[in-house]
């Protein structure tokens, strides 16, 4: 059952979005050589309390942290801490959320600690990241799910990879619908799976969170013995990005980005809907 809201519940989403941003801003800048990923959790918990909005990580399944920590090979729920120091030219990808009055936010990105990243690297951050966009811009009134997933599928197959080769669209993780809850119906898969047919139909009020996630090598992936982390099994290097988003009947909102999403869907030549609380 996908949960569909109205623009008055949109608009307390958009308010989750905006502290969701004020954390990713806030952790960007903190994200550098000698930081540990446990200081970048102490931030986010900064960020939180000074909104009045709760985490809808801690304690989510038992996870013990306000902000997911991925390094590296890390594709997803690394877990803060002291032990895990930031190097030059390691690359991290913080995956965070707010709750603000019952309703949810959540996004991630990946950041570059200090410089002399690899071309490859910042190619990598730059094809998950534009792949997460070309799925937002393909949520329109009358598409259906699967649309948005051929969409990041069809960005990343495009794209040349340094090297040769192609990029590893993980296969296990993916997106998913969002609102009273983080994770909600539907499931978004970042490739299409023809055994699960379209999806359902995408009409105002459906919000999801779109988020791609992509390796420099196998699509792939395992969980260690903390039950939480999870690398690719190759040990390549990967990206993840996200945006929570709303299809209104002015078309999508994305929710976590600051100005809506209105300079990257112009892009796409999308217009994007009105934000509730400008």
């Known amino acids: 059952m996908v949960q569909i809201k109205t623009p008055e519940q949109i608009a307390k989403m958009r308010a989750a979005g905006l502290v969701v941003a004020a954390i990713h801003a806030a952790t960007r800048e903190a994200a550098v050589p000698g930081a540990t990923t446990k200081d970048l959790d102490d931030v986010a918990r900064k960020v939180l309390d000074e909104h009045g909005a709760k985490s809808n990580f801690l304690g989510y399944g038992g996870f013990p942290a306000t902000i997911c920590t991925s390094v590296n090979d890390v594709v997803v729920h690394g877990i803060p801490s002291e032990k895990v120091v930031l190097n030059d030219g390691d690359i991290i990808s913080i995956d965070c959320g707010a709750i603000v009055d019952g309703w949810h936010g959540d996004a991630a990105y990946t950041a570059f600690v200090g410089s002399g990243h690899a071309p490859e690297l910042v190619e990598l951050s730059r094809v998950t990241e534009e792949s997460m966009w070309a799925g937002i811009a393909a949520m329109k009134l009358g598409n259906r799910l699967v649309d948005i997933s051929r969409a990041i599928e069809t960005y990343i197959r495009r794209q040349p990879k340094p090297g040769g080769g192609k990029y590893g669209i993980v296969e296990d993780y993916g997106?998913?619908?969002?609102?009273?809850?983080?994770?909600?119906?539907?499931?978004?898969?970042n490739y299409v799976e023809r055994r699960r047919g379209k999806g359902p139909k995408?009409?105002?009020?459906?919000?999801?969170?779109i988020e791609p996630m992509v390796s420099l090598g196998t699509p792939r992936t395992k969980v260690l013995e903390d039950d939480w982390t999870v690398i690719t099994t190759d040990g390549t290097w990967s990206s993840h990005w996200e945006h929570s988003v709303a299809l209104t009947d002015q078309g999508p909102l994305v929710l976590t980005a600051p100005?809506?999403?209105?300079?990257?869907?112009?892009?796409?030549g999308v217009t994007a809907a009105p934000d509730p609380l400008a």
């Open 259 to 268: 100005d809506g999403g209105k300079a990257k869907l112009a892009e796409y």
């Open 175 to 189: 997106g998913h619908g969002i609102g009273t809850e983080m994770h909600m119906d539907p499931h978004l898969l």
């Open 202 to 209: 995408l009409v105002p009020g459906f919000c999801l969170a």
